[in-house]
């Protein structure tokens, strides 16, 4: 069946740009999460949606980032005025239920500014 | 509160070898443990994972890991090292009582040497 799909695989953008970054879930799973990996970093958590519920939002660096999730399926990540430090892979992943599943990880965004 | 380490940045071993990818965890509460492997420019795959029962556990493409509660351990074994396991490894925990977002370990690359 189908993965986790994320769109576009590589943005190259200038300091100060705003970027979208969509990710599609595998269907019928109700947890997804927003992932920064940097060279040497490890995963850094950015956000968490479960259900209907209120994101949990504790993971963004700054309030130039935010994300939204609609329908309960499709989620963007936008990041605003946008800086060199921005630079890495965004990840996304989702997980059926609440119960401590595993992730099922997209490919990626490599994000690169300018 | 929770974390993990994985204190090698770096393991190498000749093929046909046993592999150990060491990961140590800091959890308030019974612990969650996964095992993730990444492929160059892919995203994560799961391996395996600990919720409870049994202190082996076994997973994808004949890897193992043990949890050792007194030690605070989660350590990746394979018993006979292949050439295609090349690759980076990350440790996750998450823990009950919390909202399952897990804290990923920086990773851990694996060279399987011929």
């Known amino acids: 069946g189908a993965g986790v799909s994320q769109s576009p695989s590589n943005k190259v953008t200038e300091k100060g740009k705003d970027v979208e970054l969509r990710c599609d879930p595998i269907?019928?799973?109700?947890?997804l999460y927003w992932y920064r990996q940097s060279l040497g970093q490890g995963l850094e958590f950015l956000i968490y949606?479960?259900?209907?519920?209120?994101?949990?939002k504790s993971g963004l660096p700054s309030d130039r980032f935010s994300a939204e999730r609609t329908g309960g399926s499709v989620s963007t990540l936008t990041i605003q005025r946008t800086q060199q430090e921005d630079s890495a892979v965004y990840l996304c992943?989702?997980?059926?239920?609440?119960?401590?599943?595993?992730?099922?990880f997209g490919p990626g965004t490599r994000l690169t500014v300018l | 509160a929770q974390s993990v380490a994985q204190p090698e940045d770096q393991v190498n071993v000749a093929e046909g070898n046993p592999l150990t990818v060491k990961c140590t965890y800091s959890v308030s509460g019974n612990p969650y443990l996964f095992w993730y492997v990444q492929y160059p420019n892919r995203g994560l795959q799961f391996l395996l994972k600990y919720i409870t029962g049994d202190n082996l556990v076994k997973g994808s493409y004949g890897f193992e890991a043990e949890f050792n509660k007194s030690q605070t351990s989660f350590h990746l074994k394979k018993p006979s090292a292949l050439v295609s396991d090349s690759a980076l490894y990350f440790c996750?925990?998450?823990?009950?009582?919390?909202?399952?977002?897990?804290?990923f370990g920086r990773g851990t690359s694996l060279i399987v040497h011929p």
């Open positions: 992943a989702s997980s059926p239920g609440t119960a401590p599943n595993e992730q099922f």
């Open positions: 949606f479960q259900g209907n519920s209120a994101p949990d």
């Open positions: 269907s019928g799973h109700t947890a």
């Open positions: 996750a925990v998450s823990h009950s009582g919390g909202s399952y977002i897990p804290t």
